[in-house]
């Protein structure tokens, strides 16, 4: 399973890609007005930071902005996924990005059936919003299971499953028991994912125990 990160603050990018765990980031405009920092200038500092996949979106809503907003952002840096959102304009937009080889995520899926229009145009990522679907009591797991059998279904649906909307570490386990390809996680649920109790404990035992032998490994000759 792949992760990305789902925010555009750079401190917290760099901080994450450092750990070696890191495989892409998400971007939304959301995200971006957080920052209160240059869109474009942010983006370019992400792409350069991380190596992988970094999703920077349209904020057009029809077809010919979007494709011209779309190939604008692809000129950033050779790493960028132009997001779109899920409507007809944006599933258009998709298949003539794609078709130029430009990588697209497309964004704000909420159903199976959305997702296999989305694959059908060629989409690099589809991203299912999960957290949001749970919010208003629809079930966002159940949604990823869909999606990942549907494409499961089909060899020529070389679309990946971004699990989106991620709010707990619960959400990412799920979404990997279902094999969906790709968690995007906030920096907060991602570094939350190492924490155990029990490790804590765990380690402040043999760390009490160690001192009492008065031994060290890097003392020793
Ligand atoms: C990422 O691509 C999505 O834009 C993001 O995960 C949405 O998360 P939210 O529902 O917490 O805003």
Redesign the pocket.
């Known amino acids: 399973m792949k992760f990305f990160v789902?925010t555009a603050d750079i401190a917290e990018i760099s901080e994450l890609n450092d750990t070696g765990l890191l495989d892409g980031v998400?971007t939304?405009p959301?995200?971006v007005a957080k920052t209160g920092k240059d869109f474009f200038a942010t983006v370019k500092e992400i792409c350069k930071i991380v190596k992988g996949p970094v999703?920077a979106e349209v904020t057009a809503t029809d077809h010919a902005t979007m494709l011209a907003e779309g190939r604008k952002l692809a000129e950033i840096a050779t790493n960028i996924a132009v997001?779109v959102p899920l409507t007809l304009d944006g599933l258009k937009t998709c298949k003539l990005l794609s078709d130029d080889g430009i990588m697209v995520?497309v964004?704000l899926c909420f159903s199976p059936a959305q997702a296999i229009l989305a694959a059908k145009a060629g989409a690099t990522f589809i991203?299912p919003?999960v957290?949001?679907l749970d919010d208003i009591g629809h079930d966002g797991m159940g949604l990823i299971a869909d999606i990942v059998q549907i494409y499961n279904n089909y060899s020529d649906f070389q679309t990946e499953v971004?699990v989106?909307?991620?709010?707990h570490p619960m959400h990412v386990v799920e979404a990997a028991k279902l094999g969906a390809d790709i968690c995007?996680v906030?920096p907060a649920v991602l570094k939350s994912l190492v924490k155990h109790p029990l490790t804590d404990k765990g380690l402040d035992a043999f760390l009490a125990d160690w001192k009492k032998t008065g031994q060290s490994i890097l003392g020793n000759p």
Do not use: E
């Open positions: 789902d998400t939304n959301s995200l999703s997001k995520n964004t991203s919003f957290g949001r971004l989106a909307s991620i709010r995007t906030p």
